[in-house]
């Protein structure tokens, strides 16, 4: 079946530092990306997403390029903000039976200090 | 604004007594769901709806009961609460099932069960 597979966290960070979140996935079929951000005391909202095969999905100053080589889809951020500490979670949606799931990875903690 | 209702926020009860956590959405979306979120595992989905009247089961759906009797309406039901239905809990929809198709996330409800 389908699985997506996060880097462990969390992440610490000082502000203004690099950020790359790794994901991985395992599909059966053409799946569609995403990358998910859960601020602390919230739902989940969608951050970025990427539906086919180097496309890259991009918001807020993140990126992620859907590389269907090496089945990943890494987050990257180039200069984090202490608002930018949440929870991520890599996704996929993949047909099965005629219809999309949403698979979730672990999630990533973000921790970014002044 | 378009959203996704969850209430209670916050439930304790005791375990065998029957509860409902109700999720509404006004975006008139088809595709509606319920995952649990648990501490190194991320997120699983309970069941989900296609439309009104259709409801499945997803990956963890033992101890959990669904309706759909109106498109904006997805209630879970527990019938009868034990302590390993200790989560948060996520109420999500999206206009369609299609693979590329965001989902919006309701802000969640954290249940306890002594």
């Known amino acids: 079946g389908d699985s997506v597979t996060q880097m462990e966290g969390p992440v610490t960070l000082s502000e203004e530092a690099f950020l790359t979140i790794n994901c991985t996935y395992t599909a059966t079929g053409y799946p569609s990306l995403f990358w998910y951000v859960q601020y602390p005391g919230e739902g989940l909202q969608l951050l970025l997403k990427a539906t086919k095969a180097d496309d890259k999905g991009s918001n807020k100053g993140f990126e992620a390029t859907y590389r269907k080589e090496t089945t990943s889809f890494h987050l990257e951020k180039g200069s984090v903000q202490v608002s930018d500490s949440a929870v991520y979670f890599c996704a996929l949606s993949d047909e099965d039976s005629g219809y999309s799931t949403l698979t979730f990875g672990k999630g990533t903690m973000l921790l970014v200090s002044p | 604004e378009a959203q996704v209702t969850q209430n209670p926020r916050y439930l304790i009860t005791v375990t065998g007594k029957k509860l409902t956590v109700t999720c509404s959405q006004n975006m008139n979306h088809e595709y509606m769901s319920w995952y649990r979120q648990d501490p190194g595992l991320g997120l699983r989905q309970i069941y989900y709806s296609m439309n009104v009247e259709v409801t499945d089961k997803g990956d963890v759906p033992e101890g959990y009961k669904v309706s759909r009797k109106e498109k904006r309406n997805f209630p879970l039901i527990l019938e009868s609460p034990s302590p390993n239905q200790t989560s948060l809990y996520f109420c999500?929809?999206?206009?369609?099932?299609?693979?590329?198709?965001?989902?919006?996330f309701g802000q969640g409800t954290r249940l306890t069960v002594v």
């Open positions: 999500a929809s999206s206009l369609s099932p299609q693979v590329n198709t965001e989902a919006f």
